[in-house]
């Protein structure tokens, strides 16, 4: 068990494994790696502010996703549901995303509402039985709208909005590690 320094805490909660920080390092740089690819032609003409918000953006992005469904960060919150609602207060990305990958903003403002909406009602039932059923249909909600979003938007900005509701819907807004809290 790797303790995790306290600046670090919102990201990797206060304590990780080795194999977790390895998957989430090798998910960031393999999904980097293929965006970067298959999503070259969408960012190459950015200025280089825009390359470098989208790409922090991206890592941000792409981090939680699997971060947010390890032990270590579902505890953290767990533990800590004020910052539950910081978390997700935060969580304005598709609307920064929109500005730097030159799309409509309404495309990030609709993503943004519906995400950071749905997240507000899953952390009111997060002690509720159906609380992990709602995620995982307000989330299939998101991924259909994004999905339909692609057909106008750059793959690159299509792929981040997909991992922001992932991320925040269900990787963030669900609490996976019931019972095992106190193992630390």
Same mark, same amino acid.
């Given at each position: 068990?790797?303790?995790i320094p306290? $600046?670090?805490h919102? %990201?990797?909660?206060e *304590?990780?494994?080795?194999s977790?920080?390895v998957?989430?390092a090798?998910?960031?740089?393999?999904?980097?790696l293929?965006?970067?690819?298959?999503?070259?032609d969408?960012?190459k003409?950015l200025?280089?502010?825009?390359q470098?918000?989208?790409? *922090?953006? $991206?890592?941000?992005i792409?981090? =939680?996703?699997?971060?947010?469904l390890?032990?270590?960060t579902?505890?953290?919150?767990?533990?800590?549901p004020?910052?539950?609602?910081?978390f997700?207060a935060?969580?304005?990305?598709?609307?920064?995303l929109?500005?730097?990958m030159g799309?409509?903003?309404?495309?990030?403002?609709?993503?943004?509402?519906?995400t %950071?909406?749905?997240?507000?009602?899953?952390?009111l039932?997060?002690?509720?039985?159906i609380?992990?059923?709602?995620? =995982?249909?307000?989330t299939? @909600?998101g @991924?259909?709208?994004?999905?339909?979003f692609s057909?106008s938007?750059p793959f690159f900005a299509?792929? @981040?909005?997909? *991992?922001?509701?992932?991320?925040?819907? $269900?990787s963030?807004?669900?609490?996976?590690h019931?019972?095992?809290?106190?193992?630390?």
């Open positions: 068990m790797i303790r306290k $600046f670090l919102e %990201l990797l909660g *304590f990780q494994t080795k977790s920080i998957v989430i090798l998910f960031v740089l393999i999904s980097g293929l965006i970067g690819i298959l999503g070259y969408e960012w003409e200025s280089l502010v825009k470098v918000v989208t790409w *922090f953006l $991206f890592l941000d792409s981090g =939680g996703v699997i971060a947010n390890t032990k270590g579902d505890v953290f919150y767990e533990r800590f004020r910052n539950r609602w910081m997700i935060i969580h304005v990305q598709p609307i920064i929109s500005w730097s799309i409509s903003i309404s495309y990030g403002i609709m993503i943004c509402a519906y %950071l909406i749905s997240a507000v009602l899953l952390n039932i997060r002690d509720y039985s609380h992990n059923l709602l995620a =995982g249909s307000f299939g @909600l @991924l259909l709208l994004a999905a339909y057909q938007i299509s792929t @981040l909005f997909i *991992f922001y509701i992932f991320k925040v819907l $269900f963030f807004s669900v609490f996976h019931k019972g095992e809290q106190n193992e630390y």
